[in-house]
């Protein structure tokens, strides 16, 4: 699966390319960020995906620029990080970041009929959860103003670096503080709609929200 | 500064090009994703930057194919995202994020002499602030090994989401609650290194750290 393409070349000890890491990554994201070319120019766009299997679905407005361009079949990459922590060594050079990251190349296919409601309900339980069956599902026409595109997983790799700092041997001597700050993202209080109908309860979709999905 | 290349075309009302929302979106980002094209290919890499005034910095190490790449004064795309919430409509289609978004297209130029050093100061301070103090500062051979480029903020734009679920009219009927579920990238308990020494006292960089930073 790693081409010549994703093989990761500096810091290869930090190239993973076992599916199930590369999964794991995919499903616990929340965000993308879509990379193509325009007129000789590179864009590069965050949007909402999820993973299917050996694929991911990106979604859009039938009528935006990025979607019609990525549904002509031009190169395109995915890549979703996940930031885990500051890494604080006790030389500046050796300060760095725990992550997570996946870089997805190749070239989408528009997706239709009932496997494009399925693809958004991936979506939408990627998201969240449990929310497809808590909300309304899409009409025809939502479903006609709206372009879902896949992407094969066929070349993709993953980057990944845990744990402490690694200084210079000389500098463990030092008197500076030295570790790692976890960072995680995390939901705050919901804030209910303010047409909400009264005794509307939250559901399990908001109640039990966090990264990485438990269970 | 909006060009046609970065004037938001969908969802217009989301768009938003003043310098001050602009320089706030790239302060309180942490991570940036890099947008480039090699054989036609285009990559998208997160990495560590930072703004100082009309440009933002990015570095990484001198041998890697990002950085080589950048530094021959190719197109790039820089993008900073934020997450701010998931946004639950009771239909599916209105679902959304609250995110804030900046996108600056452009070419790098390489960072030498006094305004490397300074410009590393302006990434490690960025990522944490009060750091570049309270560790040791880079060596001659970690300045050689160190590729700074700085990408002007000539070309950008910001886009931005706020607020409640927007529905359809005939939809706020239904008993399906709405509303938002903030999200927020949340420091841990930091985790000292195994090798420090005892009694080192953990730094305002690590005690204080909060996005965004206060003050």
Same mark, same amino acid.
């Given at each position: 699966? %790693?081409?010549? +393409?994703?093989?990761?070349?500096?810091?290869?000890?930090?190239?993973?390319?076992?599916?199930?890491?590369?999964?794991?990554?995919?499903?616990?994201?929340?965000?993308?960020?879509?990379?193509?070319?325009?007129?000789?120019?590179?864009?590069?766009?965050?949007?909402?995906?999820?993973?299917?299997?050996?694929?991911?679905?990106?979604?859009?407005?039938?009528?935006?620029?990025?979607?019609?361009?990525? =549904?002509?079949? @031009? %190169?395109?990459?995915?890549?979703?990080?996940?930031?885990?922590?500051?890494?604080?060594?006790?030389?500046?050079?050796?300060?760095?970041?725990?992550?997570?990251?996946?870089? $997805?190349?190749?070239?989408?296919? $528009?997706?239709?009929?009932?496997?494009?409601?399925?693809?958004?309900?991936?979506?939408?339980?990627?998201?969240?959860?449990? +929310?497809?069956?808590? =909300?309304?599902?899409?009409?025809?026409?939502?479903?006609? =103003?709206?372009? @879902?595109?896949?992407?094969?997983?066929?070349?993709?790799?993953?980057?990944?670096?845990?744990?402490? %700092?690694?200084?210079?041997?000389?500098?463990?001597?030092? %008197?500076?503080?030295?570790?790692?700050?976890?960072?995680?993202? $995390? =939901?705050g209080s919901p804030i209910p709609d303010a047409r909400l109908k009264a005794g509307t309860a939250l559901p399990p979709s908001v109640r039990g929200w966090r990264r990485p999905r438990?269970?």
């Amino acid at each position: 699966m %790693p081409t010549a +393409r994703t093989t990761v070349r500096r810091l290869p000890d930090r190239g993973v390319y076992d599916r199930e890491t590369i999964a794991t990554i995919l499903d616990e994201g929340l965000v993308c960020h879509v990379g193509f070319v325009a007129d000789g120019q590179p864009f590069v766009i965050p949007t909402i995906y999820a993973r299917d299997g050996e694929r991911i679905y990106v979604h859009g407005s039938a009528a935006s620029r990025m979607q019609r361009t990525l =549904a002509g079949g @031009v %190169p395109m990459c995915v890549t979703v990080t996940i930031v885990d922590g500051l890494v604080l060594a006790r030389s500046v050079f050796n300060h760095s970041m725990n992550y997570r990251s996946v870089v $997805v190349l190749g070239t989408a296919t $528009v997706v239709e009929g009932e496997e494009k409601v399925r693809a958004l309900e991936t979506i939408a339980e990627h998201v969240a959860p449990g +929310r497809w069956r808590e =909300a309304r599902g899409p009409s025809a026409n939502e479903l006609k =103003a709206t372009l @879902v595109l896949a992407l094969p997983l066929d070349e993709c790799s993953a980057k990944v670096r845990t744990g402490p %700092p690694e200084d210079e041997d000389e500098d463990y001597a030092l %008197p500076h503080w030295a570790g790692v700050l976890p960072l995680s993202l $995390v =939901a705050g209080s919901p804030i209910p709609d303010a047409r909400l109908k009264a005794g509307t309860a939250l559901p399990p979709s908001v109640r039990g929200w966090r990264r990485p999905r438990s269970g």
